[in-house]
């Protein structure tokens, strides 16, 4: 019998997502021969003459679901399909971790059931907020002696357990048996803990989550695998609402997916996945692509030949593959790989730089057709590059830079806010922080910016420094001098004229001040009063009044805002779910203080959205790690691959989970040895090789420094590569 479903593969920008979606449209409008006993299934008549396909389709809501391996790839190819379409067809576009909490919570009722979980509505856990509560779980049981051994500190440790989790229920393996998958891949390894008392760990948190209607990535992903695709009534439902299934890059997909594919298959659905052998982004983060493969046994399997259009891949890929993995091969790289090659890295950072901006300023190349790759990207050389780029007028745009929320200067005067309206936080705020919040909060009203001009800002860490204010850092520091009256209970801030020379600090910046003073005293009269519903609200009233009022916010600064009022709704929502199962007696202000306590650790990151920006794509240069990249699916003209003496290109760009290769389905358990690491390392560099060729189309750049950050010399697996090119642009010959 020949198979309808179709298993697509191909290398990258082979055309892997528009075959798919032309399959899309296949269904869509011819009639295929399970037209019939669909037509059949659903009217009970025999299908007589022609009865196009979409008829039948659009019977069913939403009748095709549709997955892609991260939420940018999902909205892309969601806005492809409905343009292919005209928008007449319905599809339900989503990631396989988004999917399984829909149907998780969708499906609640029937999990209730047959667990005997308490009736409540379920609330899904952000990472950092499970951390800390699996923190304050464990604790008792995480000593200094489980610490010692565990070589890590406690929060890493914490990390790496619930990462246990998450990876056995990507692999469809019951929380049950990790004691016995670990147990068997570590085999006598010593230097770690025992794998029963792990398990015993995660075994604990997931039933106390369970029992207060709490959810992670990891239990929503095991109540799937683990009852809902077995629940005969969840089964008829999913195969109702679904007869057709398309997923792009399954690649990077968990094992768990197949489990879904599988079903849907077995039930009469048709599908159409796309496959890249190189791809494998996320392998060592809960993906599993070998066992992923095996659904093209059940499908009719498509080859896309040659190398894609406009890349380097046919060019470059055998050469450069070659000499990394035989260093001793003498091969002269051609013209279009380029060296820029220092001594530090702080010179090689600049000098990375000023070629991108020369080669624009000269017109060889536009901001966008530049992509600056990295195995890694520290503060300095972020800063370094953007800080060079924007003085010569060189937008930026950083992919998925997500620093913690700490980090800007408005959440962290947000915060002080917090603690000067409410009692008991005192202990929380010192003068500094009253400075930085005067100056924070004294902004000037802006004028609406001109639409062009505002889509073509450069969105840096200094558009905060770039935004007028009316009390400048000096008198800001002045004022939280003389003004402030720190107290751990009730610390304040004076009238201005309390400082003897209070003339000097000038009208625009007592006026504001004054503001400033006015507003919190009436916010503290309204707390007392408790006319403030929650510090969500106060937040709330603060951005309006001195951030927004009325002027264009900078975009990072935005996205920063919407992200801490998320968490804080999020956080009080948990606090709430907490308490209602189980009072506690505290202070009244205790959850502020560890809100503000956990975001200082830095735990939190700011995730910019939407985004993508509304209109064209913005006219920048790309700065972006290898993961980041790869995964965003982008190409240039250009490539800048920064770090290139550095060892952690074999990584990938990104940390590979702890245990990750004992739940890898065609290997459960199997200890991973020295040579296994080796053997995974030198795969990972040629598939990230191939697949960076694939993705540029003019010329690399190497940009190598003898000396790391911090002084050691850098001997990574691309050094070959550096060594073997012809055209060398070093400190020598600048200027």
Known sequence: MVSHSVWIVGTSRSGKTAR??????????????????????????????????????????????????????????????????????????????????????????????????????????????????????WRPQLDEEILRLAG???????????????LAAYSGIPCEDIAQILAKGLGENTTTLEPEFLASLLLDWRNWCLERGLLTYGIITELYSQHL???????????????????????????????????????????????????????GLGADPNYLEG?????????????????????????????????????????TVYSIQTTSRAQLLRQTAEEIADAIQSKQVQPEEVAIIAPGLDAIARYTLV?????????????????????????????????????????????????????VLSRKQQPPENSTDAMNRVSTTDAMNRVSTNIDPVRAGLIADY??????????????????????????????????????????????????????????????????????????????????LETAQHYWEIDTRLRQIAPVETTPHTTIIEFIQLLRRGTITANAYPVRPIGGARKAVTLATIFQYRSSRRSHQWHFWLDAGSPLWAKGGAATLFGAPFFLRDRLGEPW???????????????????????????????????????????????????????????????
Request: glycine residues 4%; hydrophobic residues 40%; proline residues 6%.
């Open 387 to 439: 800080e060079i780029l924007v003085k010569q007028n060189i937008p930026v745009e950083s992919l998925n830079d997500q620093r913690p929320l700490i980090s800007s200067p408005v959440i962290r005067a947000l915060l002080t806010m917090l603690a000067l309206v409410y009692p008991g936080l005192g202990r929380l705020v010192d003068r500094d922080a009253v400075a930085e919040m005067l100056v």
């Open 152 to 166: 890590v500190n406690e929060s890493r440790l914490v990390r790496r357990i619930l990462d246990l989790l998450q």
């Open 673 to 735: 040895t020295a040579e296994d690491e080796k053997l995974a390392e030198e795969q990972r560099l040629q598939r990230i090789l191939t697949d960076l060729l694939s993705r540029v189309s003019e010329r690399v750049y190497l940009c190598h420094s003898d000396l790391a950050v911090n002084g050691q010399e850098q001997l990574g697996p691309l050094l070959p590569l550096v060594n073997a090119c012809v055209t060398v642009i070093s400190e020598a010959n600048v200027n």
């Open 229 to 283: 695709l077995s629940d005969r009534n969840y089964q008829q439902h999913l195969t109702k609402r679904y007869q057709a299934v398309l997923a792009d890059d399954v690649d990077d997909y968990p094992s768990v997916a197949r489990l879904l594919f599988e079903l849907l298959l077995d039930r009469g659905a048709v599908g159409a996945f796309s496959y890249n052998p190189d791809g494998a982004v996320r392998l």
């Open 483 to 564: 003004c402030f009256v720190p107290h751990p209970d009730r610390p304040n801030l004076l009238p201005v004229s309390v400082f003897e020379r209070w003339d000097r600090i000038g009208y625009a910046a007592t006026t504001a001040y004054n503001q400033i003073l006015e507003w919190l005293e009436q916010q503290r009269s309204q707390q007392e009063l408790r006319l403030i519903p929650s510090p969500i609200s106060l937040l709330d009233r603060a951005i309006q009044r001195f951030l927004w009022n009325g002027s264009n916010l900078p975009y990072e600064q935005l996205a920063a805002l919407r992200e801490l």
């Open 20 to 137: 798919l979606v032309e399959q899309f449209c296949n269904w869509v409008t011819s009639e295929k021969q399970y037209t019939e006993s669909f037509y059949t299934k659903k009217t009970g008549r025999k299908k007589t003459g022609h009865v196009p396909e979409f008829l039948y389709l659009k019977q069913t809501e939403p009748g095709v679901l549709v997955l892609a391996a991260n939420d940018d790839n999902r909205r892309e190819l969601g806005d492809i399909i409905v343009t292919s379409t005209l928008g007449k067809y319905p599809v339900r576009a989503k990631t396989p971790l988004g999917f399984f909490q829909d149907e998780v919570i969708l499906f609640w009722p029937l999990l209730i059931n047959s667990l005997n979980l308490k009736a409540q509505f379920p609330v899904r856990l952000r990472p950092e907020t499970e951390q800390e509560l699996a923190t304050k779980l």
């Open 295 to 335: 659904l093209a046994e059940r499908c009719r399997v498509e080859i896309l030949n040659g190398p894609p259009p406009e890349s380097l891949s046919e060019q470059l890929t055998k050469q450069m593959v070659e000499l990394v993995t035989e260093p001793m091969i003498l091969l002269s790289l051609p013209k």
